[in-house]
Structure formats: structure tokens, C-alpha cells
């Protein structure tokens, strides 16, 4: 079993629809919790910190369910522009800052 | 503040040659990474750098080497390339000490003949 799993999609929404992506891990000693969003051919880049809390940024909802493992990313009123990857990663502390990666899962907004 | 940068952005070699990725970061932040990502398995950590003066081995390491040169510098050299090298490099950074956000550099796309 993968470390960190994601659906890899591609999701294709209208704009305007609400989305939501799950990953699930494997270490329950993971620690921090983050997505990133890739644009095709670029870097990745940190989108949000998950926080056991749940937190909101704009449109965009992180929880995490450590019972279950898994942290979701939900976007609301999806935008054109929302179009990309969009990775999970896990982290632990196990003598350095070990990040995992999930694969990603691809969303296409269509007008 | 420029953050993570890397070069070179595009690189072609030939098998056998060598070359070195640089890679340096301005945000005094303690950890580096270099990852390869290849279509459909993610990002693979190749090497990683606690501190300053340590690097480690990831899960690919085989055919790489790596020198944290300073706190800001870590470069990734491979010293007889291979077609399976073919990939893009991104290096990446974590300040550490409770904050564990990733940043990564634009990356280079190495293509090896």
C-alpha cells in the first residue's frame, strides 16, 4: 500500500461546482498535513495547511480525520483558473522532516 | 527574495556524461530536498539535507550524489547519466523547527539521450 493515495482523476467540473478530493495515508505517526497545487510543467505550490481544526481559506476547505486518515480539499465555486494538480503531502518527524507525496489528482474546470 | 531557484531550467545530455543541478535558497531555512517527478509516481525524494553538513539518502538515490555546500546550497550531481534519468528535478526547502511547509524551486527538465 502507498504512503500517501490519491484519486488521480481527472475531475472535469463546470464553473461554479463544488469539489472535493480525498487522500489517505499510512503512518498514523504523520504529524503535519498540507496540499499543494501544480500547474502543468511548473513546481508545485503550497495552497494550505491542514490543522486538525479544519481551516478555510476563500473557497477553499482542508479537513483532516485522523481517525480514518485522510485529509480532503474541497473547493467551492470553481473557478477556470482552478485548473490543475492538486497534491497531497504528509509529514513526520523520523530524524529529519520525511514530506510523502501523494501522485495528485487532476482537476479540469470546463466553462 | 527570490526563495528556491535552480539551474539549469533545461538540460540535454548525452548517456555517460555528467552534469550538476544547483540549487540555492535565501530564506536561511534548514532542510533541502531533491525530488525527481515522473508522470504518474508523484514526487520521489532522491536526496535530503537535515542541516547543514548532513545529507542522506531518500528512496531513488541510486546514480546521484549530492553536496550541501552551505545552508543556502545543495546541489545534486550525477556522474554517468542514464535515459531512466530522464525526469524533472525539483529541489526544495523547509525552514524546520516546527514549520514544515515545502518550497520548491521552478525545477530542471533533464532529458538523457
Known amino acids: 500500500r502507498k504512503e500517501v493515495e490519491q484519486d488521480p482523476g481527472p475531475f472535469n467540473v463546470p464553473e461554479g461546482a463544488t469539489v472535493a478530493f480525498n487522500c489517505t495515508y499510512s503512518n498514523s505517526a504523520s504529524q503535519s498535513f498540507f496540499w499543494y497545487r501544480q500547474d502543468c510543467r511548473k513546481e508545485p505550490k503550497l495552497l494550505m495547511s491542514?490543522?486538525?481544526s479544519g481551516n478555510e481559506d476563500g473557497r477553499f476547505t482542508a479537513q483532516l480525520n485522523r481517525a480514518s486518515q485522510y485529509i480532503s480539499l474541497l473547493i467551492r465555486d470553481s473557478k477556470l483558473s482552478d485548473s490543475a494538480t492538486y497534491l497531497c503531502a504528509v509529514s513526520y518527524s523520523g530524524g529529519y522532516q520525511k514530506v510523502t507525496f501523494g501522485t495528485g489528482t487532476k482537476l479540469q474546470v470546463i466553462p | 527574495n527570490a526563495g528556491v531557484t535552480q539551474t539549469p531550467k533545461f538540460q540535454v545530455l548525452k548517456t555517460g556524461q555528467s552534469m550538476t543541478l544547483q540549487c540555492a535558497q535565501d530564506?536561511?531555512?534548514?532542510?533541502m530536498y531533491w525530488y525527481r517527478q515522473d508522470p504518474g509516481m508523484g514526487l520521489r525524494l532522491i536526496y535530503y539535507s537535515a542541516s547543514e553538513g548532513t545529507t542522506d539518502k531518500g528512496e531513488v538515490p541510486n546514480g546521484y550524489n549530492v553536496s550541501r555546500l552551505n545552508k543556502r546550497e545543495f546541489s545534486l550531481r550525477l556522474e554517468s547519466a542514464a535515459p531512466s534519468q530522464t525526469s524533472v528535478y525539483f529541489c526544495a526547502s523547509i525552514a524546520g523547527q516546527g514549520y514544515y511547509e515545502q518550497y520548491f524551486g521552478p525545477g530542471t527538465r533533464l532529458t538523457v539521450t
Open positions: 530564506m536561511n531555512h534548514n532542510s
Open positions: 491542514v490543522y486538525s
